[in-house]
């Protein structure tokens, strides 16, 4: 028997590469999950990916007591209201890796949401501190980088803002182990530990590609074969999403202003031309 489900209600906004996912882990153990993202095609799109998540994870671990694909659909409710997050006992946030979006967000969901709901930012690299202070809860708002795809990947990155308290960072670790994953908590930086190190190898893997050192199978072969990764970087690139990987060095290069972290012009090209990786059908591989 898993570890009990400790409350019932779970915001989840956002319904993209990980928003989605972030919904079926908590509608499968049970939670009454309200999904909301501002496209009607983002939340059609993710019906259909939470009920291939979920038969597949029940082929995959042949677990005969896991709920059905009908029966974790049913636990969510899809919709672009954010006024129907009025009763999220606690709320992850997985809309796109741009300050100004996330900026709008969170002045409007501390209205609508009960003053002691926890709000968690499934953010790649802005600052959690920077977030809470959207907020007048920033003792309640704290970071959880959850990993893609994330009904595969059982560990997540926990961040403490300035102000997250002790009683916030206990209940996000139940809350954690209630749906199995495993926190490892960490202080506030941009980017974090994951994010500050991945994607200084996906940008120079990007700038090796520009210039002409390798192919993309040869880049990522060698990590692989010689460095014993499980991914190579670009294949990596492509599989959270080109524009997110723009979006997030941009943000590690404003927050620290360290040349390291400039984004290499091959990845801005190819978002431009709408190759943004697997959700697009194409980026430095075909799907
Ligand atoms: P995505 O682009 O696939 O999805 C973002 C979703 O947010 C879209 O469906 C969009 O319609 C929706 N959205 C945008 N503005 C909105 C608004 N105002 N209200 C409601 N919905 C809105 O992005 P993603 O890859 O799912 O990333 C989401 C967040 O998670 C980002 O902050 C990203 O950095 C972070 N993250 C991504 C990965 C990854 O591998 N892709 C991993 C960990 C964390």
Request: charged share 30%; proline share 3%.
């Amino acid at each position: 028997m898993g570890v009990e489900i400790i409350m019932k209600n779970v915001g989840v906004i956002g319904a993209g590469t990980m928003g989605r996912g972030v919904a079926e882990a908590f509608a499968t153990k049970g939670y009454q999950v309200v999904l909301v993202d501002c496209s009607e095609k983002a939340l059609d799109e993710a019906k259909v990916d939470i009920r291939n998540i979920t038969r597949f994870k029940i082929l995959r671990t042949k677990d005969v007591n896991a709920l059905k694909p009908d029966e974790v659909l049913e636990n969510i409710v899809f919709t672009q209201e954010l006024g129907l997050l009025k009763n999220a006992e606690f709320l992850v946030e997985n809309v796109c890796e741009k300050w100004e979006v996330k900026a709008e967000i969170y002045p409007q969901i501390d209205e609508i949401c009960p003053k002691d709901t926890i709000f968690a930012a499934n953010t790649s690299c802005i600052s959690i501190t920077k977030i809470a202070s959207l907020t007048r809860r920033e003792d309640k708002v704290i970071g959880i980088h959850f990993m893609n795809p994330v009904e595969y990947i059982n560990s997540v990155e926990v961040i403490k803002g300035y102000k997250t308290s002790e009683d916030t960072q206990e209940s996000v670790q139940k809350i954690l182990e209630s749906i199995g994953k495993e926190a490892i908590v960490i202080n506030d930086y941009p980017g974090f530990v994951s994010n500050r190190i991945s994607h200084l190898m996906m940008n120079e893997a990007a700038f090796i590609i520009q210039d002409g050192v390798a192919r993309p199978e040869e880049v990522d072969d060698i990590m692989k074969k010689c460095y014993g990764h499980t991914m190579g970087p670009l294949e990596t690139a492509d599989l959270i999403g080109l524009d997110t990987v723009v979006d997030s060095l941009d943000v590690l290069y404003d927050s620290f202003k360290d040349s390291k972290f400039r984004c290499c012009p091959l990845l801005r090209k190819m978002v431009d031309a709408g190759l943004k990786g697997r959700k697009s059908g194409e980026g430095f591989y075909k799907y």
